[in-house]
């Protein structure tokens, strides 16, 4: 059994999946939205308790028992790059990572948490190297993140960014494919190898600026503009097409991004073009974001399943219908199997 928690900055994802063979099926999912403060910005003791009370909720409802938990840290929050390394054994890679990494991440040693995984050992390069992904993180972050959980009555086992999670559960294992997580506060920018986190970004444009966009361009106060946003969307067909249009310059500045992070890809480091657009995040739920990023980047956009490798009822399969896109990270997390 094993169990992931994705806590964004509006909504606390979790999914429970029971491992037999070598086979996972869906126990129990659920999501819950929470208003205060996101754990990154938890000082106070007080602060900490809508966040932990919802957690709590969350747990109960969704009725799960295992008190075991993977949690995951925001992409905007912590710092991921890729190194390249001369052809080591993986033990001296370890070391140099180790040796080395002051020169890479921002953060003072004492101060960080990291970890590192080996992508790929690529013969033809000259000379050969070997390519490896840096993650780190501020430890006074995680172990907010630790609290929250903690305070909620769970214990944390596995702690991983975002993207890393998303990866496993969304990219696919034998394409170069771009991958975004558009959430409420930001969106995530991810491009996977065979299955392997080789480029990421965060930015801080996301549902949260669709609903601004939406309430400023016609007028109309936040609760009902992520109503029109739900509702409406991206469609020419409704109101005139007026939320469309007030939409279309902040979804351009997510379309922009995407076309850098991949022409950045190309250029900087040799990639292969990706093949699909795949995206996920309770944003990518806006009617007609498909067409319209697919028209914008000139590919193929897809909304990602994270349930594809996971077994489930059917009953259980048609109500989660149309909520896929919530739990890519909680899925994630959940497949660590720990
Ligand atoms: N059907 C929908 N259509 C359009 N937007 C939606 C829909 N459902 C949810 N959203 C938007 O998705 C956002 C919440 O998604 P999600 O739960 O992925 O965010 P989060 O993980 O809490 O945020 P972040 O990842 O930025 O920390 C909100 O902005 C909400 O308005
Ligand atoms: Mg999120």
Redesign the pocket.
Known sequence: MSVGI?I??????IVELAKSAAKFRLKASG?IGYTGL?PERLNDEKDYVPIVEALKKLFKEAKIYDKKVSISL?ESQVFTRTVSFPQLTDQEISSAVKWEAEQYIPIPLSEAVMQHQVLEKRDNMNPPDVLVLLVAAQKNLVEKYVRVVSLAGLNCVGVET?LLAMIRSLAPIDQTVIIA????????LAISKNGMLIFSRSIPT???A??RAVAQSLGINAVQA?QY??TY?LSKEQLEGKVKAALDPIVKIVAEEIKKAIHFYQSEEKGESPTSLILT???????DIVPTLSKFLGMEVIIGNPFSKIEMDLKVAASLQ?YY??YA?AVGLALRGE
């Open positions: 994705d964004g900055t509006k909504t606390i994802k999501a996101e925001p975002e997580d558009i959430g409420a506060k930001g969106t995530d996301a549902g949260d669709f609903t992520e946003k739900r969307g995040g309770g944003a990518s739920g806006m009617p149309g896109p919530l990270v």
